[in-house]
C-alpha cells in the first residue's frame, strides 16, 4: 500500500483545460458576471511518463467537470491520496478530489463552479503502460457520507478525514496547483477569486 505525500500530490496533480458545454448543479457555487473572452492558450506538454494521477485528472476535467456550470478552463486536484498498485487491471486510489471551473476575467481566474468528489477510483493500466479510470466508488452526500466514506476508505479513513478537515492546507495545494496550470498554458493572469470574495493572488514559484 503507497500512501503518498502532500510533497508528491501537490507536484503530480496535472490539471487539464477544457473548453466545457453544458450545465447541472453547482455544489460549490455561484453565478458570476459575464467573462471577458478567454486569451488564447498555449498547449501543455505532455510528461515523459504519464500515471495514473494523469488519467484520475483527465477523468475529472472532462468527465465531470461538465456536470457543473460551464466556464472556460476547468481544472483538478487532490489533498489526499493512498494507493494500491499490485494489481495494473484494478489500481486503487483513494482520494479527496476537486474540480473547479473558471472563466478568465483581465487578469483574474473567476471562480464558476465545482466541488469535491471523495472516493476510490479503479485504475486499469495497459500493456503499452497508459492509464484508463474504470469507474469510482463515490462517498455519499448528507447523512450518508459517514457511513460511506468509513465503508470506502476503511483503515485510511482517519488520514483522509484528517486531510478532508484542513482548509488551509487544501488552500495552499489549491494556490500551487492554479500556480502551475497558469505558468504551463502562459496565461497573464494573477489572481483567483471565489465568488463573494477578495482576489487571491497566485504564487509564484519563489513564494510558494
Request: hydrophobic share 35%.
Amino acid at each position: 500500500m503507497k500512501q503518498i505525500s502532500r510533497t508528491f500530490r501537490a507536484v503530480a496533480i496535472l490539471a487539464m483545460a477544457a473548453l466545457l458545454t453544458g450545465s447541472c448543479g453547482n455544489r460549490k457555487k455561484a453565478a458570476q458576471p459575464a467573462a471577458e473572452p478567454v486569451p488564447e492558450v498555449t498547449e501543455a506538454a505532455e510528461t515523459p511518463a504519464e500515471t495514473y494521477f494523469h488519467a484520475i485528472d483527465k477523468y475529472f476535467t472532462e468527465t465531470i467537470a461538465s456536470q457543473y456550470a460551464p466556464a472556460q478552463i476547468s481544472l483538478s486536484y487532490h489533498d489526499y491520496a493512498a494507493a494500491d498498485e499490485s494489481n495494473p487491471d484494478d489500481i486503487q486510489v483513494w482520494g479527496d478530489f476537486w474540480v473547479e471551473n473558471y472563466d478568465v476575467s483581465g487578469d483574474t481566474l473567476k471562480f464558476v463552479s465545482g466541488g469535491n468528489h471523495s472516493g476510490k477510483m479503479h485504475v486499469r493500466q495497459d500493456p503499452e503502460g497508459r492509464f484508463t479510470v474504470l469507474s469510482m466508488d463515490a462517498v455519499g452526500d448528507g447523512s450518508q457520507y459517514l457511513p460511506t466514506a468509513k465503508a470506502i476508505f476503511g483503515d485510511k479513513f482517519e488520514d483522509f478525514q484528517r486531510a478532508h478537515s484542513d482548509e488551509k492546507e487544501r488552500e495552499i495545494i489549491r494556490g500551487n496547483v492554479i500556480s502551475e496550470y497558469v505558468r504551463t498554458h502562459g496565461l497573464n493572469v494573477h489572481f483567483y477569486q471565489d465568488y463573494g470574495w477578495p482576489a487571491v493572488r497566485i504564487p509564484t514559484p519563489d513564494n510558494r
